[in-house]
């Protein structure tokens, strides 16, 4: 199944939800060398963006791809406002939503240790470099620490650039 | 004439620039390949998030092919 983060980009902001990218895109966006295939954000929860979410997807057939069956996203309306995390598979790729990222907590807590990144499709938040550093020290697996590890070495070289201005 | 440092990194060996950082050392003495890092930080973020996007197709038009092969 296709990944096309730019398409799930825009259909999110389309319906209006407020979010920021954090994860592996948010890793390439700052210059790591990965390829990561899904989409992960940070949103706030609640029925009206869970809405939200399911209206930006709702004709890419979306399911909970992490349960046994692989639940439609449409038939578990009744829960909407129990979901705190949304792993979802859509025809345009994997989406993860979550309410929190770790080390730095929910949405009002990254939404002002993120970046506006004007792009050709439209403006989106994504971490900044020192809140991507701190989350991926704080999930703490072997991946993120190697990303860390990178993380580390743009930030200096950025810091550089910055003092030879 | 083409001296042996030049050689060297024709064959792969990446040269860690002079004014290179202890994050960047310890990236460089840890295997991370910072030529990609040098490579994504002369483009923009919209052209590295492109370029990601290339890479996902590739890939997994990759796995599908090693899964058809598979297949048969």
Not at chain 1, 11 to 35: E, M, Q, S, T
Not at chain 1, 114 to 135: H, K
Request: net charge negative; glycine share 8%.
């Amino acid at each position: 199944m296709a990944q096309n983060d730019q398409a799930l980009l825009t259909r999110l902001k389309d319906n209006g939800l407020d979010f920021v990218v954090i994860g592996g895109v948010c890793v390439v966006y700052h210059g790591g060398p990965l390829a990561t295939f899904d989409l992960d954000i940070c949103c706030p929860f609640g029925v009206e963006n869970v809405r939200k979410i399911e209206s930006a997807v709702n004709d890419l057939h979306p399911f909970h791809r992490l349960t046994a069956n692989q639940l439609p996203l449409e038939t578990t309306r009744s829960v909407f406002g129990e979901l705190r995390n949304l792993y979802l598979q859509t025809d345009l790729g994997k989406l993860d939503c979550l309410s929190e990222v770790a080390g730095l907590g929910n949405f009002d807590a990254v939404l002002p240790r993120s970046v506006v990144a004007a792009l050709s499709y439209g403006e989106f938040r994504f971490l900044n470099l020192d809140a991507l550093i701190a989350s991926k020290k704080a999930a703490g697996r072997e991946q993120d620490l190697a990303a860390v590890r990178y993380l580390l070495a743009i930030k200096e070289k950025s810091e550089q650039q910055n003092n030879l201005l | 004439m083409i001296d042996q440092d030049t050689l060297a990194q024709m064959n792969g060996q990446y040269a860690l620039p002079p004014d290179a950082g202890p994050a960047w050392r310890a990236a460089y003495e840890a295997g991370v390949d910072m030529s990609l890092i040098d490579g994504a930080l002369r483009l923009t973020p919209e052209e590295r998030l492109a370029e990601h996007q290339q890479v996902i197709d590739f890939l997994l038009e990759l796995q599908e092919a090693g899964r058809s092969h598979g297949a048969k």
